[in-house]
């Protein structure tokens, strides 16, 4: 099959990506101001145990996101893990979490001692809402929420508060798809008990890897320090809470500051490459990319692109084809956890309509460091063409 | 004194600046950050040969390491371990959703012995899943290995050792890593090999090491197997280079801390009420403790010699202070570890690694000799 007279790879041709286009952040920070932070941590010989790195990253991320208190964690699904063992109602055993999300979720929640208990998600956020949450909650054994907020929108803030507070649970954010976003004019991190975000190199900020908790409560963010250093107390040798070794590094913590300093920068190229897609993508096609709430002002992390149902191409088959391009466009939260390999057996059996109808409609399209707005364009043409040719382009998927 | 430095405990070994620069600008040109990178591949690669072990997989730290070879394991119901030991054995184990029951410790050695194991087993009337001994302060014995292999044997249950203090210490030309199913290393920045944070998993067992391999990410692998539980364990690139590095003068760092530690030893033998735990007579240690006990018969207590030397600018420490038995959730329960007891207020631990020098250990060895001619009280 050609397009714009090339052939595709997936029919033989040359892909149009020698080296591929991944769906990741990666960004690369100024060398040369990580090597002067390295250098500090090489002559201090202070390497972790909360050292300086780590103090004032904590305190430039707080002010970023506008909250009291930051406590950095090795990575973010330590720091839920830890968030969870240590909130959630420990005579209740369920955490009522979305299934259209990633797939480590159930794992921390059975980490932190609990059982997994799907709910279903907005169709337009694709997050928890009250409405949604609730019916899952009728049964009791509730012992915490894990809402997701994704990069398109929040989960149902407001509502959510109202029922963890109905319920008597503690509601925690994982928002990592939403770091540098902001919502209703400030940005997140304020929100449930605490908020959750990564500092792996995927993301916005690149830390190697690394995460970290935003809370305005003092106590909370007292504990998660102990825990995260096996539950020492920070000013005496005793122990208070089974804690465990979540502490960030100062090498990590080094990078992430580096990187947080050009978050500017990393932000304008998220901005370019998704315009890039927008301005060949429109509207009034089988296909779209997603738009961000009203409200949000988003990161711009992942590009998503919509499939119609009906689609005569399919999602699968823009992946086929776009994968063997080098374009390595990726399923988004497919399949729904409750239908995943990782929906432990005892939590299986939920029918959740809306996150199975999403899990099958959306791509994750390149970005990031490694793409340029001239590669977005090539690929969105790419889509373009699929699209207008879905016929053609699906029968040469099923002979590929 | 003049307001000497102070000196710490703690390895600390520090890789040579330009070659950390080197190493580390050779990762912004492969851009590649984590998720199986290339010098985690040669890390791993070059302790397995190191060790004598067929599989090494590494991780964000030792801790996690053992949660994730604990959970891997498929294991439920009590596991066996000592009280005496750092928080993070007991903690990961409970983590991995065991059950620890803790033992007691031999005096002559700090750690438990297929005997006080046995003993700990009167605390419990559940299926014994597992027996997890810590290899303390670096020590390792082939036949003590054996009486835990035959407990093991005869209980059916797993052997897991903990191994945070041992890398490169064996008998003859046997080195821990191959012990049990499974042993987990520590690299954290204050033992012998610094990744700033970091550890490892090792084990003979192929299909164990897979299922820890599937378990300790989250990514689709080609040799991903059925596991019950993932987490993100990954080591990163920055870790690895550490490593690598510290691989690098590894040979050089351990005769440096047996030189420290035989001089300590010269200044401080044949003190009174000073006892220093000697796991180096027959047996290869990395000498990366320096831990001594500080005896009744000893003008002043433990507390009040590291008090004394906090005082003279030396960072003794205590170690383990306190024991498991007293730390919750554990001491809702009442444990008979007499000897742990003892431990935690006889044991310090003394300034080593190499910030310090000969020079150094004198005004330690000084300091202590300053009371040890007191009266006691």
């Not at chain 1, 780590?54 to 893990?81: M, P, Y």
Request: aromatic fraction near 6%.
């Amino acid at each position: 099959m050609k397009i714009d007279g090339r052939e595709i790879a997936l029919t033989g041709g040359a892909p149009m990506f020698d080296r591929p286009r991944p769906t990741g952040q990666i960004h690369t920070p100024d060398v040369d101001a990580f090597i002067g932070r390295l250098d500090r941590v090489l002559d201090g010989r202070r390497y972790s145990n909360g050292g300086p790195l780590q103090e004032e990253l904590e305190d430039r991320l707080a002010a970023w996101h506008q909250v009291d208190h930051v406590v950095t964690f090795g990575n973010a699904c330590f720091a839920l893990i830890a968030l969870m063992r240590h909130l959630a109602r420990p005579d209740a055993g369920d955490i009522l979490l979305p299934s259209f999300s990633y797939r480590g979720l159930p794992h921390f929640v059975q980490w932190a001692g609990k059982m997994p208990r799907f709910c279903d998600v907005d169709e337009a956020t694709h997050g928890l809402t009250a409405e949604t949450a609730a019916p899952h909650a009728d049964r009791g054994d509730v012992a915490a929420i894990l809402s997701v907020n994704n990069v398109n929108g929040p989960s149902d803030l407001d509502g959510l508060d109202r029922l963890a507070g109905e319920l008597g649970v503690p509601l925690i954010h994982d928002s990592v798809y939403a770091i540098a976003a902001e919502w209703n004019g400030a940005p997140f991190g304020r929100h449930g008990v605490a908020e959750v975000f990564s500092l792996h190199a995927t993301k916005l900020v690149n830390g190697f890897e690394g995460g970290y908790v935003t809370t305005n409560d003092r106590v909370l963010a007292e504990a998660m320090r102990n825990i995260r250093n096996f539950g020492y107390d920070t000013a005496s040798p005793q122990i208070l809470h089974l804690g465990m070794n979540g502490k960030l590094n100062e090498i990590h913590a080094a990078m992430a500051l580096t990187s947080l300093e050009e978050i500017d920068r990393a932000l304008a190229h998220n901005r370019e490459i998704i315009a890039a897609y927008r301005a060949v993508i429109g509207d009034d096609a089988g296909v779209r990319i997603v738009e961000p709430e009203a409200g949000m002002v988003p990161n711009d992390e992942m590009v998503l692109l919509e499939v119609d149902d009906d689609h005569e191409l399919g999602r699968d088959g823009f992946l086929r084809v776009l994968q063997a391009d080098g374009a390595h466009a990726r399923p988004y939260f497919d399949p729904p956890l409750h239908r995943s390999k990782n929906c432990p057996p005892a939590a299986a059996g939920a029918e959740l309509p809306v996150s199975d109808r999403l899990a099958t409609r959306f791509a994750q399209l390149p970005t990031g460091a490694f793409v340029s707005s001239a590669d977005a364009t090539s690929i969105a043409h790419l889509v373009l063409e699929l699209d207008r040719r879905a016929g053609e382009a699906s029968r040469a998927v099923a002979a590929g | 004194m003049n307001d000497p430095s102070p000196l710490y405990v703690g390895q600390l070994n520090t890789p040579d600046r330009d070659a950390a620069r080197r190493e580390f600008r050779t990762i912004f040109e492969r851009r590649f950050y984590t998720n199986h990178g290339p010098l985690v591949a040669e890390f791993e690669r070059r302790l397995a040969d190191r060790l004598g072990v067929a599989h090494v997989i590494c991780m964000t730290n030792g801790t996690v390491a053992l949660m994730v070879g604990a959970s891997a394991a498929g294991l439920t119901g009590d596991v066996i371990t000592p009280a005496f030991t750092f928080p993070a054995t007991v903690q990961a184990l409970s983590f991995a959703g065991l059950n620890p029951v803790l033992a007691d410790v031999s005096p002559q050695w700090h750690s438990m012995t297929p005997d006080t194991a046995r003993a700990a087993m009167a605390s419990t009337s559940s299926r014994v899943a597992a027996i997890a001994p810590v290899r303390m302060w670096g020590r390792f014995t082939g036949e003590e290995e054996k009486g835990f292999a035959a407990l093991a044997n005869e209980l059916d249950a797993a052997l897991m050792f903990d191994a945070a203090h041992a890398l490169g210490a064996g008998e003859g030309d046997r080195l821990a890593g191959g012990g049990g199913l499974f042993e987990v290393f520590s690299f954290h920045a204050t033992k012998v090999l610094n990744c700033a944070e970091g550890g490892c998993l090792t084990t003979n067992d192929d299909a164990f090491a897979a299922a820890v391999r599937t378990a300790a990410n989250f990514h689709d692998r080609p040799d991903d197997v059925d596991v019950p539980l993932r987490i993100n364990a990954k080591m990163s690139e920055a870790q690895a280079a550490m490593g690598l590095l510290g691989l690098d003068a590894l040979e050089s760092v351990l005769e440096a801390n047996a030189r420290r530690y035989a001089h300590y030893r010269d200044r401080l033998d044949g003190m009174p009420g000073i006892r220093f735990v000697d796991h180096a007579d027959t047996l290869v240690s990395n000498h990366q403790y320096v831990v001594m006990e500080v005896e009744e018969r000893f003008p002043i207590s433990q507390a009040e010699l590291m008090q004394h030397l906090h005082n003279d600018g030396i960072i003794a420490r205590r170690y383990f202070y306190p024991g498991m038995h007293e730390a919750p959730p554990y001491n809702e329960q009442d444990w008979n570890v007499p000897v742990t007891d003892g431990l935690c207020n006889r044991v310090l631990q003394l300034p080593s690694g190499e910030m310090i020098a000969n020079d150094d250990i004198d005004r330690v060895c000084r300091s202590i000799e300053a009371v040890a001619t007191r009266r006691k009280a």
